[in-house]
């Protein structure tokens, strides 16, 4: 078995900075992509930072420019720093990574492990 585990939410100011971490941990043969998606209330879930094995990033429209996604192999472990949080920042922020496992039969498979979510609020 393989989980995300996520650490960081709080309740910050506008202006103010977060960083927020997830830890893969398990039986983990590599791990592909991994990113952070976020879900507001009353909206749909939506990309907010991913970054490759290799180190290669992609950012949402409304993050760019003030949060950075960052990962550290050797720890199997995602960060996404938020810079200059905005009142519509806040949301449930989830980790997502594709796992490679190795099955029984020793034949590996890619997995899309979710973290459990980790609420960031910022009030104005």
């Known amino acids: 078995q393989v989980q995300l585990v996520q650490s960081g939410g709080d309740l910050v100011q506008a202006g103010e900075s977060l960083r927020l971490s997830c830890a893969a941990s398990?039986?983990?043969?590599?791990?592909?992509?991994m990113g952070w998606y976020r879900q507001a209330p009353g909206k749909q879930r939506e990309l907010v930072a991913a970054?490759?094995?290799?180190?290669?990033?992609n950012y949402g429209d409304a993050v760019k420019g003030r949060f950075t996604i960052s990962r550290d192999n050797a720890k199997n472990t995602v960060y996404l720093q938020m810079n200059s949080l905005k009142s519509e920042d806040t949301a449930v922020y989830y980790c997502n990574a594709e796992i490679v496992v190795r099955g029984i039969t020793q034949t590996l498979k890619a997995l899309e492990v979710w973290g459990r979510g980790t609420l960031v609020t910022v009030s104005s």
């Open positions: 970054i490759t094995s290799g180190g290669r990033t």
């Open positions: 398990g039986s983990i043969f590599s791990i592909n992509d």
